[in-house]
């Protein structure tokens, strides 16, 4: 029995929405998870990323264990005191840092040793040691086991040997974590594009019994129709009654495709990350505010959003301040694309209960195209 309960109220297609309840408030699905690596949402403040909508947020583990240090994290009250953040929280468990940190990492069955990027200095993650900071010393409700993630594309050994070793480690989290009663560990799917390997990570997953499922290893090099092939292909495999949870993605257009699929939860940098470089995202992809074409457009980024970044201040002034270099234009891109993906997520939750997201999802695809054209 899961700690958190996860109850699905609607389905259209392969769609759903739903909550999963946790100790710390309900997360409703589908969710987007935004990305506070290091504990905070960059450029935001806890209350402007709560006014956006979201229930959860996600943090890393790799980050958090180099700086401040775990250890400190749990002197100071774990992460949700640390930080301020009082709803959920889940965290990357390290893994993805075992692919983009391939030059400063040696991997081996017991784990991983990372040269630091701050100092160099040497720190062991081992599933269990992983499991540990998550659970005990940052208290997170959401804890992500230990993988390996290749990147894409990869010769099909390498893939095999990654997926083979994350089972391997997802039991050994498993047995770190026990048995809890507000905490929840999420195993990770792995394999590349291969529909066998998938289903062989899913099937043992699956087997084993973990509270969600991640699917992780993908928006990591592939093209969107294969990222799209893959989720067509697992997602049915995972159990009806879990969480599925797709691991760093993405576009507006990659979370309705893969809602259509039956996916649950989302994070992704792209939000804050696109705001921080003047993108504002919108049904029409990202708006660049450094254009020109913008600099006279007294027109809001979106008056129907209850966000003040994008309803109190005009295309132009917000462009000024993009090419002025001004810190205000970041933080005000940020807060709106945070903004605008978290109604995303309600406007799919609204057509899968009122059973026409195929409609939405439809229209939204032709709108996306018609603007990438």
């Known amino acids: 029995m899961s700690a958190f309960p996860f109850s699905i109220a609607a389905t259209d297609g392969a769609a759903r929405t739903g909550v999963l309840t946790t100790s710390r408030g309900p997360i409703r699905t589908p969710a987007f998870m935004p990305v506070g690596t290091a504990g905070g949402v960059k450029g935001l403040s806890v209350e402007q990323v709560k006014s956006t909508g979201a229930d959860i947020m996600l943090s890393n583990t790799y980050h958090l264990m180099l700086r401040p240090g775990a250890e400190r994290v749990a002197r100071l009250g774990g992460l949700h005191a640390f930080t301020g953040w009082a709803g959920p929280i889940i965290t990357d468990s390290g893994g993805y840092q075992v692919m983009s940190l391939a030059k400063l990492r040696t991997l081996s069955e017991t784990g991983v040793v990372f040269r630091s990027h701050i100092d160099g200095s040497a720190h062991e993650l081992t599933p269990e040691r992983a499991t540990q900071i998550q659970a005990d010393l940052l208290g997170v409700d959401i804890i992500m086991q230990l993988d390996e993630c290749p990147a894409l594309p990869a010769p099909h050994a390498e893939v095999e040997t990654a ?11 498993k047995r770190a974590f026990g048995s809890r009663d507000a905490q929840n560990l999420f195993a990770i799917v792995q394999g590349g594009v291969d529909d066998g390997l998938r289903g062989r990570s899913a099937e043992a997953l699956t087997r084993e019994g973990f509270d969600g499922y991640a699917i992780g290893g993908l928006a990591v090099g592939e093209p969107q129709a294969e990222m799209l092939r893959t989720l067509d292909g697992v997602a049915p495999l995972l159990p009806q009654d879990r969480p599925r949870y797709l691991m760093g993605v993405g576009k507006p257009i990659d979370l309705v495709e893969a809602v259509a699929r039956g996916i649950d939860m989302f994070d992704c940098v792209i939000p804050t990350r696109s705001g921080r470089h003047g993108q504002a995202w919108s049904d029409d992809g990202p708006l660049n505010l450094k254009n020109a074409r913008f600099a006279e457009d007294g027109l809001p980024l979106d008056a ?43 406007r799919m939750r609204d057509a899968i209960a009122a059973g026409r997201f195929g409609d939405f999802a439809v229209a939204f695809r032709e709108r996306w195209t018609r603007a990438a054209g």
């Open 163 to 173: 997926m083979e070793r994350s089972l391997r480690w997802a039991e050994r989290c």
């Open 304 to 346: 129907t959003l209850h966000c003040p970044a994008s309803r109190d201040y005009s295309k132009a002034f917000l462009h000024h301040l993009v090419r002025s270099d001004e810190l205000f234009a970041q933080v005000a891109l940020s807060w709106h694309n945070l903004a605008y993906y978290q109604r995303l997520m309600q």
